[in-house]
């Protein structure tokens, strides 16, 4: 009878283990409205943005590269967020373009001006409509213009298959993960991550990785894309 005890109040622990931690998320999506979402720099959703079959969709006409404009990218106004892990499915068509922006703060041009950005990309069909080749740090997953991703550990779904993509931000320790791989790791705000800054890339952008905290935003690059399940926990 001991034991049965014990093994019901072991059962009742996990239970409520999981329970905890399924609450610990902050759902952005919630799958049938865009409720928390709006244009960055704006007061409502841009028009091409929905939820179509309970997926957040951007429908467009895909462009190349030399033709984009972008400048409906969204924020989730609702929060900003300084240390947390965000989980988030997605997928896009051949050669498509997107991006994951975090610690974005409003009043700039777009996100990428300021906000490290977690790359969307399908990076074979990309080079192979645009005819050109992509450095490493323009790939899927990278750290946009700043860090690149392990492509020994890199298992990019093709387009048109879903892909998930996890960013786990802290104080120390910034980690990328794409299906379920740890494909990069860096130390934000390091002497190595400022040479990275000063490169020359961002010359242009003085206030690029200003912020430590701040909005999650979603990128209109001119080509269609799929969200779902997006959520986040605090660290």
């Not at 399908?122 to 490493?136: A, P, R």
């Amino acid at each position: 009878m001991k034991i049965y005890k014990l093994y019901l109040l072991a059962i009742v622990f996990f239970t409520q283990s999981c329970s905890d931690d399924k609450s610990d998320w902050i759902y952005l999506f919630d799958g049938k409205t865009t409720d928390g979402w709006r244009a960055y720099n704006g007061d409502k959703i841009p028009e091409k943005w929905a939820v179509v079959d309970g997926e957040l969709t951007f429908n467009t006409q895909l462009k190349l590269e030399g033709d984009w404009k972008g400048g409906g990218d969204i924020i989730y106004y609702k929060e900003q967020f300084k240390y947390f892990d965000l989980f988030l499915e997605w997928k896009l068509p051949k050669g498509g373009n997107s991006g994951v922006f975090y610690n974005v703060q409003e009043g700039y041009d777009a996100p990428y001006a300021i906000a490290p950005e977690y790359q969307l990309l399908d990076d074979d069909g990309w080079e192979e409509i645009n005819n050109s080749k992509l450095e490493e740090w323009q790939k899927a997953g990278a750290n946009y213009a700043m860090h690149k991703a392990d492509v020994k550990k890199k298992k990019l779904n093709p387009a048109g298959h879903w892909n998930s993509s996890r960013i786990v931000y802290s104080e120390n320790k910034v980690q990328h993960w794409l299906n379920g791989e740890l494909i990069l790791e860096f130390e934000p705000y390091s002497e190595n991550w400022f040479k990275k800054r000063n490169s020359g890339k961002w010359d242009g952008y003085p206030n690029y990785g200003k912020y430590r905290q701040g909005y999650i935003a979603l990128q209109d690059h001119d080509s269609p894309i799929w969200f779902r399940n997006i959520k986040i926990k605090k660290l």
